[in-house]
């Protein structure tokens, strides 16, 4: 289609003789620019802002302090992209720093009590010589660290960077069946996982209903400094072999109802097993003799499978200025933990709907896993079906409080908008089970909680 | 004035189109803004570069809703005050051109009307806001409920004022000028799709490809422009899909709901982007009827379903 079109000021009006509404809108634009056509230019050049029109960013900035302990820092990227033929892709870059302490597993003692750290790249560098398990003999400068008497052994050269990037793309086959397929890369410098998934959904009930189901893939390999320990192996003979690995897969049916205009429902049921090397490889367990005394320290060691179902419910209700949305969840694993998790949030907007506030409490239990124990009794035999004082498998109680405050900054031309929010949580998390130490140890807390502090600071745009 | 702005812009791009055409590019305003220039000295050509955006950046500081020295927020600051707040000449002729627009389109247009931003999020998702969230914003819309008495304005609570709506098509008429006043040969200025020749190209008119608003950098007709302005409204990407019904991002200011059966876009040839721009903007306001009411008012249009 070609056409010519040749205008001036004013000559339209002729043409659009009757037509009240165009000549009082020429004379409108021609007094708008006549009047500030004459008017010099002002000198402020400000900086354009250059906003991407078709991609949206949500970034963030975590800081989290745990008591005493980690230190993390988590600059986080999320993009988003619609295509105008219904494709969709987001994707996700996180960069982690955690620096710290971390507890080695080892238990609280009356004594001094000295350890090499694995993690660490330095603390006192007493050069020592061991003998791994293929027989090789090793020399290294082995960083030391010490823990006086009645402090809980942490490790606290603790330090690992992690970036992970992950994308999904959905892909629309028909108008109520859509595609996607993801994949997940993990980088540590002792850790690499890798992982795929696909899934497809569908719509029912005009849109009311979805159904949709996901496979999940995931390959992991850890490489830990000096050596993978030997599972059981003691602490003292320094057996570590190579890099070691596991791999998981998963499946996962969710739906979604819409119940009425104010009340969306959500729920999921997945299962997934992973196998392989499931040790932590910087987690030890202290033997204890009846006077309470440390006599060694063994690695742990896990069953070498895991599975894991996981039933998850939640609801979205919109309430005037305030966005209610609840969650409950409950998972159970082939290792005897069962946790149940409650989460509560409201999110309420001011008057404009431009800015919010939103608390939110969290509230969560688990059951030990069955070979859980936070000391190995030195009277017994040293050889170990399964064991673990990892406080992750510990049976505990743990509640989070947090507030969010988020304000939106808009474009009226783009009719885009960007938030700014913060974001501050506090966890703290009690041991329960507490069985008391023997000899010397009664009066000790062998079983210190866990107290730490969420700070995240995002921009979406 | 370009004797008297010497200075490279560092955020200017020079381009060649082709041969003997010469696009200075930059952005402003959330847009892709270019002014293009055949036959042009390159040294030229950046310096009438700067004047263009030095007015687009201008004007978009001083219109902008979202910073904090912008003429809008010192209005939106002074709302509810006794005194109400003195507007600087520029301002006052904009707030003179949008009562205009709000009377002689029965409402239809009104620049008091971004407060329904609060409520809808054209994210391409299904987020419908409720109706009640869309009625409590009613009563803070509506030109005819601030008091305009040039060059004094008294904004009352709540309400809010956004040149969204004129505020590129306004920059595009007013770097056109200031080009103009300095060259006499062809150029064109191109701010996200709104444009304004002054005279047609050594080599013939000036081709303009018009997007389709659905598909992506896919030009679906190419129209000859000698002089004149050209502007295109749509809804290509900026919608909410519940229920199987889609809901545009036209938004009848009067009901707070999206017009029913908009066009996908309007372009609209009129002798500035001001008049352009408002036609093609009440043409998507007039949902089914964009057809009759382009055609009564006697003015080149191509319009998309």
Redesign the interface.
């Known amino acids: 289609m070609q056409l010519k079109t040749t205008i001036e000021c004013g000559a339209g009006a002729s043409r659009a003789q009757g037509k009240i509404a165009r000549r009082r809108l020429i004379a409108a634009s021609c007094a708008l620019l006549g009047a500030t056509a004459a008017r010099s230019q002002d000198a402020t050049n400000s900086a354009a802002d250059s906003l991407s029109d078709a991609w949206a960013f949500d970034s963030a900035l975590a800081y989290y302090h745990e008591s005493g302990r980690v230190k993390a820092i988590e600059p986080i990227v999320n993009m988003s992209k619609t295509y105008g033929d219904g494709r969709t892709f987001s994707g996700q870059v996180v960069f982690d720093s955690l620096s710290g302490s971390s507890p080695n597993g080892a238990l609280t003692s009356t004594k001094v009590q000295t350890f090499a750290s694995p993690s660490g790249k330095s603390l006192s560098a007493a050069p020592t010589t061991y003998t791994t398990s293929s027989g090789q003999l090793v020399s290294e400068s082995a960083p030391i660290y010490t823990i006086n008497p009645g402090q809980l052994p942490v490790d606290p050269s603790y330090h690992d960077q992690r970036l992970s990037v992950s994308g999904n793309w959905g892909l629309p086959i028909t108008r109520l069946t859509q595609t996607q397929v993801g994949g997940k890369l993990s980088y540590e410098h002792d850790f690499v996982s890798v992982s795929a998934n696909a899934g497809i959904s569908r719509d029912f009930n005009e849109k009311n209903t979805t159904l949709s189901f996901q496979l999940n893939n995931e390959f992991d390999r850890l490489s830990p400094i000096g050596g993978a320990p030997v599972a059981a192996s003691d602490y003292a003979l320094f057996q570590k072999g190579g890099g070691k690995t596991k791999d998981g897969v998963g499946a996962m049916l969710g739906l979604t109802q819409v119940m009425n205009r104010r009340w969306l429902t959500e729920f999921n049921l997945s299962v997934d097993r992973f196998k392989g090397y499931l040790n932590d490889p910087y987690k030890i367990i202290s033997v204890i003799d009846s006077a309470g005394d440390t006599t060694g320290y063994l690695y742990e060691r896990r069953p070498g499978t895991r599975t894991r179902k996981v039933a998850y419910w939640e609801n979205k209700a919109a309430w005037g200025r305030l966005v209610l949305d609840g969650s409950l969840r409950y998972m159970a694993d082939s290792w005897h933990v069962r946790s149940d998790t409650a989460e509560f949030s409201v999110r309420w907007w001011n008057f404009d709907r431009d800015r919010y506030i939103e608390p939110t409490v969290r509230w969560y239990r688990q059951s030990a896993a069955n070979f859980y124990t936070p000391w190995l009794d030195s009277t017994g035999s040293k050889y170990i079906d399964y064991a673990s004082a990892d406080a992750r498998l510990a049976a505990f109680h743990a509640y989070t409080v947090g507030l969010k405050y988020g304000a939106k900054i808009e474009d009226s031309e783009d009719q885009t908008s960007s938030e700014f929010n913060v974001r501050v949580e506090y966890y703290q998390q009690t041991l329960d089970n507490r069985l008391a130490g023997p000899g010397s140890l009664q009066g000790l807390d062998l079983y210190p909680g866990l107290k730490a502090i969420l700070v995240q600071v995002g921009y979406k745009f | 004035?370009p004797a008297t702005n010497p200075a490279p812009?560092p955020?200017l791009k020079l381009e060649e189109r082709g041969a003997d055409l010469l696009a200075v590019c930059?952005?402003?305003?959330?847009?892709s803004c270019e002014l293009l220039l055949p036959a042009a000295d390159r040294g030229v050509a950046l310096e009438l570069g700067a004047?263009a955006?030095?007015?687009?950046?201008?004007i978009?500081?001083?219109f902008?809703?979202?910073?904090d020295d912008s003429v809008v927020a010192e209005i939106h600051r002074s709302r509810g005050a006794g005194a109400g707040i003195e507007l600087d000449?520029?301002t006052a002729?904009?707030l003179?051109?949008a009562r205009?627009?709000f009377e002689?389109?029965g409402g239809l247009f009104d620049i008091t009307s971004?407060?329904l931003?609060?409520?809808w999020?054209?994210?391409?998702s299904?987020r419908v806001p409720?109706a009640?969230?869309v009625a409590a914003l009613l009563p803070l819309i509506g030109f005819d409920k601030l008091r305009w008495q040039s060059p004094r304005l008294w904004l009352p609570a709540?309400m809010e004022l956004?040149?969204?709506g004129i505020?590129?098509e306004?920059a595009v008429?007013?770097a056109f000028?200031?080009v103009a006043a300095v060259r006499e040969a062809p150029f064109l200025v191109n701010f996200g799709g709104d444009l304004r020749a002054n005279r047609p190209t050594p080599r013939g008119?000036w081709q303009v490809g018009v997007e389709r608003p659905?598909?992506?950098r896919q030009a679906a007709?190419?129209?000859?422009?000698?002089?004149?302005?050209?502007t295109t409204s749509g809804d290509?990407?900026?919608f909410l899909i519940?229920?199987?019904v889609r809901y545009g991002?036209i938004l009848d200011p009067r009901s707070g709901w999206p017009v029913h059966a908009a066009p996908r876009s309007v372009t609209v040839?009129?002798?500035?982007c001001?008049?352009a721009g408002?036609?093609s903007t009440?043409a998507m306001l007039q949902g089914a009827g964009a057809e009759a009411f382009l055609e009564?008012?006697?003015?080149?249009h191509?319009l998309l379903r």
Request: glycine share 10%; hydrophobic share 35%.
């Open positions: 004035m812009d955020a930059f952005s402003a305003m959330a847009s004047v955006a030095g007015e687009a950046r201008r978009e500081a001083k902008s809703r979202y910073r000449p520029e002729s904009l003179d051109f205009e627009c002689l389109s971004g407060v931003r609060g409520a999020k054209f994210d391409g299904d409720t009640e969230a709540g956004d040149f969204g505020g590129k306004y008429d007013r000028h200031l008119p659905d598909s992506d007709m190419v129209l000859e422009l000698e002089r004149g302005a050209l290509a990407r900026r519940k229920d199987g991002h040839a009129a002798s500035t001001t008049e408002l036609l009440l009564d008012q006697g003015v080149m191509w």
